[in-house]
């Protein structure tokens, strides 16, 4: 392959690579670091320190339906179990209040993830192929 033909050849693939990535609701920093590790390079993500425990929608709909824990309340929380069995008689009705919480919405989460399960889309990685799509597109993306 001459090296415009490879050099276009990658620049699409990183385009389908970021178009995924961006239709998975990946945050921009994450999707601008793939796309500038080479392939013989290997970042790790951590879902905690990168913020990514959910797509932005999910969480928000997570939010709506089972009410919000926030990042001040679980790191309240983890403060507080460090703390355990010292704590004041104030600090264990917190900690019993936001463990009370965190159980609740953990419970309503599952039960609204598994009612919809069924109902979620499938990503729409092949969305853009069609049967006139030229066959070594759809063999590339299929078959990387």
Not at 81 to 96: D, F, I, Q, T, V
């Amino acid at each position: 392959m001459a090296p415009a033909e490879a050099s276009a050849t990658y620049r699409r693939g990183l385009d389908e690579v970021s178009r995924y990535l961006e239709e998975m609701e990946a945050p921009r920093p994450m999707i601008d670091a793939m796309v500038a590790t080479s392939s013989s390079e290997i970042q790790w993500v951590d879902s905690q320190r990168d913020g990514i425990q959910q797509p932005p929608s999910i969480a928000e709909w997570s939010d709506a339906s089972c009410g919000p824990f926030t990042k001040e309340e679980e790191s309240t929380l983890l403060d507080l179990m460090g703390k355990r069995p010292r704590l004041s008689s104030n600090e264990a009705m917190l900690y019993n209040m936001l463990s009370n919480k965190e159980n609740a919405r953990a419970s309503c989460e599952g039960a609204l993830y598994s009612s919809h399960r069924d109902q979620l889309a499938a990503p729409g990685l092949f969305d853009d192929i069609s049967p006139e799509t030229d066959r070594s597109r759809v063999d590339q993306l299929s078959h990387p």
